[in-house]
């Protein structure tokens, strides 16, 4: 808050209060989900994913984990090109489709892993 209000301009004044929050959350590389997440999105991209640090707000995350011992596995079809709730938001049909073809292999080699 201190930051804002030293860089607003004059006449502005800065009023902010949280709204709402949660804990962070970040699925492991080494874990069975991520692995079986990874295996899956090879088998149907025929290339192996590269694992991406991203932010967003789903904030029940970190409770599931804590509350079902489960790891959460966020796998995103879209691409940065497009443009996830800008007013030119799109979504190419083709990643739709690989996106369906993946999830069953997902659960697949998740139950294989166990």
Sequence with gaps: MDYFTS???AGVTV???EHHGG???MTPIDSN?????????????GKEPI???GG?????CALFEKELGLKI???GFGLDSDNLHSPNEKYDIFNFYKGIETIPYFHQYYAEGK
Excluded: D
């Excluded at 967003?56 to 029940?60: A, E, K, L, M, V």
């Design 7 to 9: 860089i607003a301009p």
């Design 51 to 53: 694992p991406v640090r």
């Design 33 to 45: 989900e991520y692995r079986a997440a990874s295996k899956a999105i090879e088998t149907t991209f």
């Design 15 to 17: 009023k902010a209060h």
């Design 23 to 25: 804990e962070p959350y």
């Design 73 to 75: 596995v966020f796998m």
């Design 56 to 60: 967003g707000s789903i904030p029940i």
